[in-house]
């Protein structure tokens, strides 16, 4: 019997022990938001009574870092950097196209998950998806985002909302590592109100501004259960924005600081109360890729493979215990782009970084002392004596590790990547796309991208005269057909496979092989359901389904040339007039084209 009461006795005190050890462990919380540069995240300015901003709830209680970089301008390369604390040309992820991450690469989330943390991923949306192969190590990798006309993207409103979910039904009293991922910035055409139910004007600081209190109600809902001191809070930039356009620069491959030097805010758990709140500042530069080595540092591992001593990486962990830095102010941190060489533009695009000078690896090298040109308008000679060592330096590791000296896209895709996102996304713009598409397209003649686009917003906005002198000068015998017809040029005549299938008396099977483009078939199985010995009102709801899956897929295909073409779209990026879309706008097609039109906004109350 006392044998029998001694085991139980170990049995609970094991039991209790590893209860400890549980509870002892801190949780991670990590919010990664694309667009958010140093210079939104204000901790200076004074907040009223009342006032939600998230912002200003870390600020008090954080580590901010004031020079922090990302090491690529792409969301998926950074993610990868912070979770596994390597730079894009270790870990081998240079853009947001597959193949992704690795499986042999170990990652942050996968040591948790071995230390006995509850993981999970939330994504607000495009690129960040599981073919990225960042879900590796969490139990939940949520980024079942369904996109729809209105948003393509999950706000962080919503993406906390699941999070907090999580956290209540699965994790529980559980240490935790989880991260939220939020686009929201990049879409600056959201409409967003205030809690008064006032509408923001649309600017990238009303999406500031709608974030900041999303945050602010996350960072409560913490607070309010108990989780805040036992969670380390970390908000990052993936990336900043370019407030106003820089000459010759692509938005995508622009390495200068407005593009690279990001928000880092890090609020350390606290095991007991101190006396006076976390808060300070760090002003040496920092990568994202020491973010990646402080997350393993967090969980308990402090001997990492993989570090590089000519770029060499710092956990951050001792500065959220003192305001002291202990790593060299003239160590070389780079950056990268990896999207010219993605989309067959040009190659990888990368710029180093040491103190206060930034080396811009083009086939001019620029080089700027950014102490003193804050805002990098002012090249430097290149034999500038008085950084000509830092110069040298970081030249010959650019040429070591074999990146190339950039060259800038051709003038085709300066061209066509040149007008903004809201150009391409405001319902209320879209008279002045096509008015600039029009002029692009003049001084671009060959480019096929530019063409297409010019004909689709052309046959949105109904400019008849523009789509049949794009068909004629092309020989695009549909535009020019369509185009015609509503004109009503006499004589307008086609012979395209699908069209002249609107108006046979009998439909061969011959002729319906001849068509070839299956939304089209779908059409006419419609159209022509009494010829084909079909049920018209069956056929009308198939065919309604697949121009809803086929107008969205457009409408993506849009978003993503107004992004800049940083999304890996399922198809390729042709963003051009459907045979489907040119007849239903065909004059004697009116009546289907506004019923096929009208089910777009409803068979999602349907479904």
């Known amino acids: 019997m006392q044998r029998i009461i001694l085991t139980f006795t170990l049995i609970l005190l094991s039991l209790v022990q590893l209860s400890c050890q549980t509870n002892d462990k801190t949780s991670i919380l990590l919010i990664a938001v694309d667009e958010l540069s140093v210079a939104d995240v204000n901790c200076n300015q004074e907040q009223g009574a009342g006032s939600r901003s998230g912002f200003h709830l870390l600020c008090k209680e954080s580590v901010r870092f004031t020079h922090a970089y990302t090491p690529s301008t792409l969301s998926v390369p950074t993610l990868s950097s912070v979770l596994t604390g390597l730079y894009p040309f270790q870990h081998k992820v ?40 960042l879900n590796q190590g969490f139990e939940l990798f949520d980024d079942n985002i369904v996109p729809n006309f209105n948003s393509f993207f999950r706000p962080l409103k919503k993406t906390s909302a699941q999070f907090l979910q999580w956290l209540k039904h699965d994790a529980g009293s559980s240490p935790f590592f989880s991260i939220l991922y939020a686009p929201d910035l990049a879409y600056t055409t959201t409409v967003t109100t205030t809690d008064l139910g006032e509408t923001r004007n649309l600017s990238f600081e009303s999406q500031v501004d709608e974030f900041d209190e999303s945050l602010y109600d996350l960072l409560k809902q913490l607070k309010e259960q108990g989780r805040w001191d036992k969670t380390t809070v970390i908000l990052v930039g993936l990336s900043g924005h370019n407030v106003e356009e820089r000459s010759g620069e692509l938005s995508t491959t622009n390495l200068h600081s407005e593009n690279t030097q990001v928000a880092l805010l890090i609020k350390p758990a606290q095991s007991k109360k101190r006396d006076e709140a976390i808060y300070w500042k760090i002003d040496q ?17 402090t001997n990492l493979d993989g570090d590089n001593s000519d770029f060499p990486s710092h956990s951050l962990f001792g500065v959220l215990k003192s305001p002291v830095a202990h790593w060299p102010e003239d160590r070389t941190i780079l950056v990268e782009s990896g999207w010219a060489a993605w989309r067959n533009a040009g190659p990888m695009k990368t710029a180093a970084i040491s103190n206060h000078v930034l080396y811009i690896n083009d086939e001019k090298p620029k080089l700027y002392n950014t102490l003193l040109d804050r805002f990098e308008v002012n090249p430097l000679p290149l034999l500038q004596e008085s950084i000509l060592p830092t110069t040298t330096k970081l030249q010959g590791l650019l040429r070591k590790y074999q990146f190339p000296a950039y060259i800038d896209p051709n003038s085709e895709w300066m061209t066509k990547m040149s007008l903004p996102f809201s150009r391409w996304m405001r319902a209320d713009q879209e008279a002045l796309l096509l008015r600039d598409l029009k002029r692009l397209s003049n001084n671009q003649p060959r480019s096929l991208d530019l063409l297409n686009w010019t004909a689709q917003i052309a046959l949105n906005q109904k400019d008849w005269d523009t789509l049949k002198n794009l068909g004629t000068k092309n020989k695009i015998t549909v535009w020019q057909y369509v185009g015609e017809k509503n004109l009503n040029i006499k004589n307008a005549k086609t012979s395209d496979a699908c069209l002249t299938l609107l108006t046979m008396k009998e439909l061969e099977s011959s002729y319906l092989k001849e068509c070839g483009d ?18 018209k009102e069956t056929q009308r709801k198939k065919f309604e389904r697949s121009f809803k899956n086929y107008m969205l897929d457009q409408e993506i295909q849009r978003a993503n040339i107004a992004m800049g073409l940083t999304w890996d779209t399922s198809r390729d990026n042709t963003f051009a007039p459907s045979r489907v879309e040119l007849a239903l706008h065909l004059p004697e097609l009116a009546k289907v084209r506004a019923q096929a039109y009208k089910a777009l906004a409803t068979i999602d109350e349907e479904d």
């Open 518 to 535: 299956p939304l089209f078939l779908e059409l006419i199985d419609w159209l022509r359901a009494d010829v084909r010995g079909l049920s």
């Open 94 to 133: 240079r853009h947001n196209g597959g193949p992704g991450l690795a499986a042999e690469a170990d990652l942050s989330s996968e040591l948790a998950v071995r230390n006995g943390y509850r993981t999970s991923f939330f994504s607000g949306g495009a690129p960040v998806f599981r073919k990225s192969g």
């Open 285 to 301: 530069n920092v990568s994202l890729v020491d973010l990646g080595r402080t997350l393993y540092d967090l969980l308990g591992e």
